[in-house]
């Protein structure tokens, strides 16, 4: 069974920092590239970043510079430092594999495993 357990989030003043970790169990950590996303009340489902097996990462603009990516292959855990929060970076934040299907190898960016979501919210 696929799990991914998101913790880490709460509650912090604008300009402050949190950061957000994911275990993984039942998969090969990032085998085929794991990202988090967030989803502010009212509006979809956000890509904040993506990181690679090899532990290249992407950044939506709106994070760039102040959110980072992480992983600990021996602790299957991602990591997202969070710094300098903003207002508007109040949203539930998910974690996210991309599946690996035996026989079928990695799937497309839209086909994942998902975690249960922790709420982050940042107050003015």
């Known amino acids: 069974q696929v799990e991914l357990i998101e913790s880490g989030g709460g509650s912090v003043q604008a300009g402050g920092s949190l950061k957000l970790s994911c275990t993984t169990s039942?998969?090969?950590?990032?085998?085929?590239?794991m990202a988090w996303y967030r989803q502010a009340p009212g509006k979809g489902r956000e890509l904040v970043s993506q990181?690679?097996?090899?532990?290249?990462?992407t950044y939506a603009e709106s994070v760039k510079g102040r959110f980072s990516t992480s992983q600990d292959k021996p602790l299957s855990t991602l990591y997202l430092q969070m710094n300098n929060l903003k207002t508007e970076d109040t949203a539930v934040y998910y974690c996210?594999?991309?599946?690996?299907?035996?026989?079928?190898?990695?799937?497309?960016?839209?086909?994942?495993?998902w975690g249960q979501g922790t709420q982050v919210t940042v107050s003015p």
């Open positions: 039942g998969i090969v950590f990032n085998r085929c590239g």
């Open positions: 996210a594999a991309t599946k690996y299907i035996i026989m079928q190898g990695c799937q497309a960016a839209d086909r994942l495993w």
């Open positions: 990181i690679t097996r090899n532990g290249d990462s």
